[in-house]
C-alpha cells in the first residue's frame, strides 16, 4: 500500500550486486505472501527485468531472482503463464547447468511450482528441455537439490501419459529407484511420489517402473518411521497393483500384500488411505488374488478401519476393499462375514443414511459392499443377527440368502426355528408380490404349516 513495489524495481538494476540482491528477495518475500502481491509483481512489470539479468548476474542475484519466480509462480495457473510468456523457462533451464547447486535448486523448484498446475504449464517445462537436465541434477550429491529435482519431476510426470513418458525417456526411473534406499525420509518422499506419479498412467509406464527392480526393496519404506514415507511407498504399490491381474500378482509373490496389511495394521488416520485402496485393487482381480489377501489375514485390519476410523472417505475405502474380498465365491464372503464385518457395515449404512450430503458416498459404498457380500454369502449364522435391524432395501438380500441355503439344509432349517430366525422372518411386513414377498414364501414352504403358524 506504500508504493513498494515501484520504489523496489528501480533497485533491481542497481551498480551494487548486494542491493540487486536484496531487492530481489524483497519481491519474492511480498509475492510469496498471497497472489494479491503477486499479481502486483506482475502488473509491475518487474518479471522482464528479473528474466533480463537472470543470465549475467552471479549466484547469489540467480538465487534471488528464482525464489521470486517460484514466489510469483506457485499461486495459480494464471501467474504461472505470466511467467512462460516473459520467457523465464528458458533462463531456468540455462539455471538448471550452473556451477553452484543453490543457484540449480533455486531454479529447479520455481519449474516445479510452475509445472505442478496443468498440463499445458508443464509441457511448457519440458519443451523448454528441462528434464534432462532435472535428471542429472537427481544425480548431483546435495540432498536438497536431489529433493527439489525429484519433486519436479513427479509434479511433471502426474498430469498424463505423454508427460510421464517424457520423464522416463530421458532415464529418470533408474536413478529415482536407486534412491529408493536413502536414509534421508524427504528424499524418500520425493522419490517414491515420482515413481507413484509415472506408474499411475498405464500398464506399460507401470511395468517400466517394476522393472527396475523396485521391489522387494520398495516394501521397507512401509516400515519406515516417517509418515509420508510409508503413505508414498503405499501409493506407489497401489498404483502398479491397480492395472492388471498380473501387476498384482508380482506384488503378491514379492510379499507385498502382507507388507501393506502390517502398515495398515501400524498406523491410523489418511496414512492407511492408500493400502486399503491397494488391496482393494488386489482382491478385485480374480478369486485367487482376493484369496491372498485373506490368507495374509487383510480382513482384520480392513475391518479395524471401519471402527477406528472417523473420517468417512477412508470408511467408505475399507467398506469397498471389503467388497472386492468378499463379492467372488460363497467361501471368500464367509470368510469375510465370519470377521463380524456384516453387522459392522450394517451399522454404518444405518448410521450414514441418517445425516445429510457429507455421507452421501460412504453409504453408496457401505451400501453396495453390504449387497454384494451378501449375495455371495452362504454362511447361516453370520446373516441371521442382520434379520433383526437391517432395512427393507437390506433386507431383501439377507431374506434371499436364508431361501437359497434352508430348502437343501435340514441341519440349518431345524437351527433356523429354534434361534427365532423363523419367527423373525413372519413379522416382516413385504408388498405381495415383491422379490421379498416370494423369498419368505420360499423359506416357509420349507416348513410344516403348524410351525410356520
Sequence with gaps: NSGVMSLLRPLLLDVVPTIQQTAALAL???ANYNDD???????????????CSLSEQNRFYKKAAAFVLRAVGKHSPQLAQA???????EMLVICLEDFDPGVKEAASWALGYIARHNSELSQAVVDAGAVPLLVLCIQEPEIALKRIAASTLSDISKHSPELAQTVVDAGAIAHLAQMILNPDAKLKRQVLSALSQIAKHSVDLAELVVEAEIFPVVLTCLKDSDEYVKKNGATLIREIAKHTPELSQLIVNAGGVAAVIDCIGSCRGTVRLPGIMMLGYVAAHSENLSMAVIVSKGIPPLCACLIEEHEDHIKAAAAWALEQVGRHTPEHARAVAVANVLPTLLAMYMDTRS???LQMKASIFTKKALKNILQKCMYLPAL????????????KHIVGQFSKVLPHDSKARRLFVTTGGLKKVQEIKAEPGSLLQEYINTINNCYPEEIVR
Design 28 to 30: 519474492g518475500r511480498l
Design 37 to 51: 502481491l503477486a499479481e502486483a509483481v506482475v502488473k509491475g512489470d518487474i518479471l522482464p527485468q528479473l528474466v
Design 83 to 89: 511467467i512462460v510468456q516473459c520467457g523465464a523457462l
Design 355 to 357: 445425516s445429510e450430503d
Design 384 to 395: 441371521e443377527p442382520l434379520l433383526h435391524d437391517a432395512p427393507p432395501n437390506i433386507m
